[in-house]
Each structure stands twice: as structure tokens, then as C-alpha cells.
């Protein structure tokens, strides 16, 4: 039996999961990581930390079912994106707390960015729209607050790296990363597929403190003798948690897409080997690399998914658990007209509106916990919609399927829902590892215990199907609502609104 071992390092937790060759996973340890909020807005994590959750995770998930780490073929490693790590490559000792994706604290750096009209030159090397999600401007703002940078800059002993590059290092001492990770740090060119000389200029880093960057399906060095009793064991795949998801949901067709329902809804489509820059507020970036072959991707995000449920339970208290509003949804007939726009934070794409806050539309005498229920679960379904619209327009590519996953997709109401608003089939594995399971795919690759891309595709994974009913009329009928409700929100605009202007 051939074992894959899947470090997926997420912003909540660390999970090693021991996968065989057929996608089962074997085993699986989980460790939760710390965050800390030095200043509103501003996130970090303890590398240390980080590093420490994967070495326990992996003797874990080992010991929990016995498994000899020679019979370990390779590692795949998938990660939460765009965190920042610095560290000294001499003590491997990280010289400042890793600063999470989340983290605003470089948001005056990127307005000063947007005002002196850097915007369409980085989106077009990059893919990205300007923004402190991003792993550059986290850099630069390091660079000025690491004690005695320069020291280590001189002495060549300063790396930078997002977290999969970081946990490279300390498994084999190699500084590396994949394209995917890569291509969210706004310092990768996605069309010459390299660090960009002037987005390194721009952002001031000095290339030797960034890692070499690899395709995602190649040998990340040998795990030092001491991690696994003396075996070196590949590193064989990395890929970023969104492009891992959409790597395990085996999306590998032009026009595939995969949708995560969590809190927020995170979506991708394969857009093959072309790069399409969004009109619509989507971001271009680079699905993953095998050989010479580049695959890329659209991505676009709903803000408030999942979370719109957990306000029905925290907020107004209309529900005890989140499966709830499964039962609420179907004992009504229809959602009689109540349409609730959650734009607790703004609107994202294709609106970009943040200013817009939430609203709920249509209630009469009648309406109770099951329409707000019902309201809540069909809006994800419609921001969803939004979203997939917008892929649909920029990149004029017939869409193939959706490949689901996330905590929400339990929910039935939503999923049928959101397959008759869309009129597309939603697939559901079963098994709920696409994330963990894509990095083993694209680590298995490597190592050849899967020949090519089909292979993977013949392993047969259980999952369930969900078929549009709606006719085209009643789909009409709905979106119109959410249209107008979507309308109506946006004309609602008080003049000062404390700190939504960033
Ligand atoms: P994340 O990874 O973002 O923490 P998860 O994938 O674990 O999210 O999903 C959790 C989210 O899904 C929560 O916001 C929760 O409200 C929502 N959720 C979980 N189960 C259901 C359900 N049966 N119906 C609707 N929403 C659900």
C-alpha cells in the first residue's frame, strides 16, 4: 500500500491526513493555531507555533494508526495563502510573528499604491487587484520592522516565504515554493511565470530573501534524517488551499468550477491555459503548474455566506444550530417574496460596494424564523450566482460543473437551491477532504502513483448529485427579486458610517 501524507496548514488549524493511493484517508490529526490582534484589524500568528502544530499533527496521525513513516511515499503540503513568514535561514528561527492574509495593517501602504496609479500595471503582472491580503505589501511593511534587517540582508540570511515555503524549509531546508502561492503575493509575474524585477523594485525586496518558485507538481527537496527516523521522504506537491480544493474536486476541465461554502463562499474555474483578466472584480491567478503545463484560474469570493446563518443563531436567536434553517426553508411553500441581502461588510464582487449594509425586504405580519431562515440560506445561494455570473461574462467559457464543499453544503434546502438558481448540476463528495485531497493528488503525480490526470479522475469517490428543477421562468422570477433586493440595499446610504471608509 502506497501512503500520501497531506500537511494542510489552514488560518484555524493544522491537519496532517495520511491518504492511500485510492483517496481514503487513513488517518488524520488536528491541532488548532492561535491568532492574536495586536491592533484592530491587524492579525497574527506565532510561526513557531505553526511549525509545531505540523510536527505534532504528522506523529499523530502516524501513531494513530500505526503507520511505519518508511511506508510513506511522498508529502503533499497545501496551505492557508498570502501569510508571511520571516525568517533566519541560518537559526531557521522566524525573525517576527507571520502576518495573516486577514491582516489590514498595510492598508495606507496600498492606498498610497491605488492614489499614485500602480493599479492596472500590478493587475496586469499579477492578476491581483490591489490589497493588504497580499503577501507584498506584508513584506515591505516587514522590512521596515524586523530589528536589524539590514544585518541579515547583508549576510544573505533573510527569507521570506508564505507558509507552505516556510514548512519546506524546516522539513528539508530547501527555499521553495509553488506557482500557486506564489501568485498571491503581487510579486509574481503570471504570464513570465517569475518573481517580477519591477515589483521587487517597487516593493523594495531583494530577491535572494524570496524562495525559488517551483511547479506544484515537483520535488520540493528530501525531509532531513531526523523528522521521520532517518527516511528522507519527498515533498512532492504544494498547492494553495483554494487551488488544492479545486485540484481534489478533480476540476481539471476548462470551466470547472469548485465553490466552498464556509463562513464566506470562496469560488474558482479552471480557465485552462489562459489568463483572463476580470472586469468584474475576479482575480486572475494560477491554478497550478504539471510539467510545462500551466493551468489557470478566476477566482471571486461572497464576504458573508455561512456567517448570515451564524447571525440568525448569535444575533437574533431565531435558531439554536445552523441545520435548522434546513427544516425552516422546506415547511415553506415558497419564500414569499422576503429577500434578505446580507452585505454586513459591503458587497463583493461584481458589486464592490463598501458602503452598502444589510437589509431584509418583504416582511408582512406573517413572516417569522422559517422566511429568515429560508431568506438567509437562498442568499448565499444568490451571491453565489452573482459570482459564477461574472465568471461566465469575463471569460465567455461554457461552464462544465460545480464541484461543492464547505460546512454549508450539508444543508439540502441550499444545495438544491442553488443548482435550480444556477441550472447547473452541483456534485458533493461525499468525503468532505477536497482541500487535503487535492495535495495528495498533485503529490501522487509527482511520484507516479497516479500515471496522469485521468487516473485520478478514474478513482471512484462516492458523491452525491444535485439536478436543477426549477423551470427557467420560476429561475427568472427569483433573480429578479434578489436584483431588486440587491438594488434596494445599495440606494440605502448614510453619510458616515465608523470606520468603513478604509
Ligand atoms: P469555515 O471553514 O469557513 O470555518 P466551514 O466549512 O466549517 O467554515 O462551515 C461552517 C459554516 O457553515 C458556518 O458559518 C455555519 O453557519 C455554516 N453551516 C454549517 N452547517 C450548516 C447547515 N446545515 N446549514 C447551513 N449552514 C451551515
Known amino acids: 500500500m502506497k501512503y500520501i501524507l ?26 488548532e493555531i492561535s491568532q492574536s490582534y495586536p491592533k484592530p484589524g491587524w492579525v497574527y500568528q506565532d510561526a513557531n507555533e505553526i511549525w509545531l502544530s505540523v510536527l505534532t499533527t504528522i506523529t499523530e496521525a502516524l501513531y494513530k494508526k500505526n503507520i511505519d513513516p518508511k511506508n510513506i511515499d511522498v508529502i503533499g503540503i497545501t496551505n492557508q495563502r498570502e501569510t508571511v513568514v520571516a525568517w533566519d535561514k541560518k537559526t531557521e528561527k522566524p525573525l517576527h510573528e507571520a502576518i495573516v492574509w486577514q491582516s489590514r495593517q498595510t492598508q495606507a501602504f496600498c492606498n498610497e499604491l491605488k492614489d499614485s496609479g500602480h493599479e492596472s500595471m500590478i493587475k496586469e503582472k499579477t492578476g491581483l487587484i490591489i490589497d493588504p491580503y497580499f503577501s507584498a505589501t506584508k513584506m515591505a511593511w516587514l522590512l521596515s520592522h524586523i530589528d536589524n534587517v539590514e544585518t541579515y540582508i547583508r549576510e544573505k540570511r533573510l527569507a521570506f516565504g508564505t507558509i507552505d515555503s516556510f514548512i519546506i524549509y524546516k522539513l ?69 488551499d483554494q487551488q488544492a480544493a479545486l485540484f481534489g474536486h478533480r476540476a481539471f476541465i476548462k470551466g470547472d468550477i469548485k465553490n466552498t461554502y464556509g463562513t464566506g463562499c470562496f469560488m474558482l474555474m479552471n480557465t485552462g491555459q489562459q489568463v483572463i483578466h476580470s472586469n468584474s472584480g475576479l482575480l486572475t491567478t494560477v491554478a497550478w503548474q504539471i510539467g510545462n503545463q500551466i493551468t489557470y484560474a478566476l477566482e471571486g469570493s461572497v464576504f458573508i455566506a455561512g456567517s448570515a446563518i451564524q447571525w440568525l443563531r448569535d444575533g437574533l436567536h431565531t435558531i439554536k444550530e445552523a441545520k435548522e434553517t434546513d427544516q425552516h426553508a422546506t415547511s415553506l411553500e415558497s419564500n414569499e417574496d422576503v429577500y434578505f441581502v446580507p452585505a454586513f461588510v459591503g458587497l463583493g464582487t461584481p458589486y464592490w460596494d463598501s458602503e452598502a449594509r444589510g437589509a431584509i425586504f418583504g416582511l408582512t405580519r406573517g413572516t417569522n424564523e422559517k422566511h429568515l431562515s429560508r431568506a438567509a440560506l437562498e442568499s448565499i445561494a444568490y451571491q453565489s450566482y452573482d459570482v459564477i455570473e461574472a465568471m461566465k461574462k469575463d471569460s465567455e467559457i461554457h461552464i462544465q460543473s460545480i464541484h461543492v464543499d464547505g460546512g454549508a453544503t450539508n444543508n439540502t434546502f441550499l444545495m438544491q437551491f442553488q443548482a435550480d438558481i444556477l441550472g447547473l448540476n452541483l456534485v458533493k463528495p461525499d468525503q468532505q477532504e477536497s482541500t487535503a485531497r487535492g495535495a495528495a493528488f498533485i503529490a501522487g503525480l509527482t511520484m507516479g502513483i497516479y500515471k496522469d490526470l485521468q487516473e485520478i479522475q478514474d478513482i471512484d469517490l462516492p458523491k452525491t448529485s444535485f439536478q436543477p428543477i426549477m423551470t427557467h421562468a420560476q429561475r427568472m422570477v427569483h433573480i429578479k427579486g434578489w436584483e431588486e433586493a440587491v438594488h434596494a440595499t445599495r440606494q440605502y446610504k448614510r453619510p458616515s458610517k465608523n470606520g468603513l471608509k478604509e
Do not use: C
Request: glycine share 8%; proline share 4%; hydrophobic share 35%.
Open 6 to 31: 497531506v500537511i494542510d496548514q489552514g488560518t484555524t488549524s493544522t491537519r496532517t491526513i495520511i491518504f492511500n493511493e485510492y483517496a481514503e484517508v487513513i488517518s488524520m490529526a488536528q491541532k
Open 172 to 240: 528539508t531546508g530547501q527555499h521553495m515554493t509553488d506557482v500557486s502561492n506564489a501568485s498571491r503575493t503581487m510579486l509574481f509575474n503570471i504570464h513570465e511565470l517569475k518573481w517580477d524585477s519591477t515589483l521587487l523594485e517597487l516593493f523594495q525586496i531583494p530577491i535572494e530573501t524570496l524562495p525559488e518558485v517551483k511547479p506544484s507538481s515537483s520535488i520540493f527537496g528530501y525531509t532531513k534524517k531526523h523528522h521521520f527516523f532517518g527516511h528522507e521522504i519527498p515533498i512532492g506537491g504544494v498547492l494553495g
